[in-house]
Nanobody
Framework: QVQLVESGGGLVQPGGSLRLSCAAS????????MGWYRQAPGKQRELVAG???????NYGESVKGRLTISRDNAKNTVTLQMNSLKPEDTAVYYC??????????????WGQGTQVTVSS
């Protein structure tokens, strides 16, 4: 079994910054990819950013140039640096990971979610 634990959400004013972190632990052989999704009230969950083991990144169109994803393979962590935040960035942010478990199984895991609110 694998656990993803997120931290770093909160309330920030428009134009401000937040940093989200997610740590994976458990029966992990290797992590193929990690990423962040978000879901605002009444909307579908959408991709924010993702990063593969070799460092290849991809971003949702609405966050390009403002958010930066990075990962530490040695620590099994992924970080999302969010700058120039806008009210429309308000959502619950979920960490996601595609993991090769020690058992040999390839699985997808989600974190519990962390609230980000951008408001004056």
């Amino acid at each position: 079994q694998v656990q993803l634990v997120e931290s770093g959400g909160g309330l920030v004013q428009p134009g401000g910054s937040l940093r989200l972190s997610c740590a994976a632990s458990g029966m992990i052989f290797s992590i193929v990819a990690m990423g962040w999704y978000r879901q605002a009230p009444g909307k579908q969950r959408e991709l924010v950013a993702g990063v593969t083991r070799d460092g290849t990144t991809n971003y949702g169109e609405s966050v390009k140039g403002r958010l930066t994803i990075s990962r530490d393979n040695a620590k099994n962590t992924v970080t999302l640096q969010m700058n120039s935040l806008k009210p429309e960035d308000t959502a619950v942010y979920y960490c996601n990971a595609r993991i090769h478990e020690i058992s040999g199984k390839l699985s997808f895991y989600w974190g519990q979610g962390t609230q980000v609110t951008v408001s004056s």
